[in-house]
C-alpha cells in the first residue's frame, strides 16, 4: 500500500518512532497524538500556555493561549512546524482546561480534608497504630484519587495519647502525626498542560506561497475523537 493519498490514524500515544520510521519508508502520512506526559519533551514550545487561569469568577470567558487560532468553539490551535522531521500542532480546548484544572484542585482539596480527619483520629487513638499501616492508607488513598505525584511521601511523627481509665489508671497508645508535602513545581508543570493536545504528524507540505497547509479536516477530524476531543464540525 503507497497511496499518497492515504493516512493512517492512531491513538493519542500508540504511535512509536519505530513505527513512525515504517510507515515513511512505505511513504504514507500518519497522524496521531502525543500522550500527555510527552508533550514536555517533544519541543514544542507551552510558554504561551503559562498563566491560564480560571480564578477570576467574573471573567466572561477563559483566556485563550497567545497566537492559537480558533478551530471552532472547543478548539483552538497553533501549528509548531517542523521540529525533526516531524510537524507538530498544538490543541487548546476550553471546556477541558476547566474540568482539568477544577478536578485536580478538587481531589487535592478532598485530600486536605482527608489528611486533617485521619490525624484528628489518631490524635484521639484508642488502640496503637502501626507504622506500616497507617502509612499504607494515606497513600492509597492518594493512589485513588490519582494525585500521587503531587505529593511527597508521607511522613509520620510519633506521638503517645494518654487516656484515663474508669478505674483512674492513665493508659498509653502509641500513635503517629502525619505530614505530607505538596509538590507545587510538580503542579505548576501540569497546569501548563490543562486542556492541551499535541497532534504530531509527517504531513509538511506547504502551500505555493511557503506556509504550511491547513490541517486536513477528516484526519483532524478524528483523530480528535480517538483522543478524547469534543467532535469537530465540517467548517474547514
Known sequence: MTDKNVTLVFDRGIISEDNANLIEEAKLKYISALDRNQIPSCGVS????????????????????????????ELYYHDNGVIGNKRF???????????????????????????????????NAQRDRQYDATKSRIVDELKRLKIHKYFEDPVLTSITVTHRLKNGQVKSVKSFKIEIKLLTDVIAADRLLDGVCVFITNHTEREDGGAFKPPFRKDFNKILILSGFPQIQNNM
Open 46 to 73: 507551552l510558554k504561551s500556555l503559562n498563566g491560564l487561569s480560571i480564578e477570576d469568577k467574573d471573567a466572561s470567558d477563559i483566556p485563550i493561549p497567545q497566537g492559537f487560532l480558533n478551530y471552532d468553539d
Open 89 to 123: 500542532i498544538t490543541g487548546f480546548n476550553p471546556t477541558l482546561f476547566i474540568e482539568d484544572r477544577n478536578n485536580r484542585d478538587e481531589k487535592i482539596t478532598f485530600f486536605k480534608d482527608y489528611l486533617k480527619e485521619e490525624n484528628k483520629n489518631l490524635k
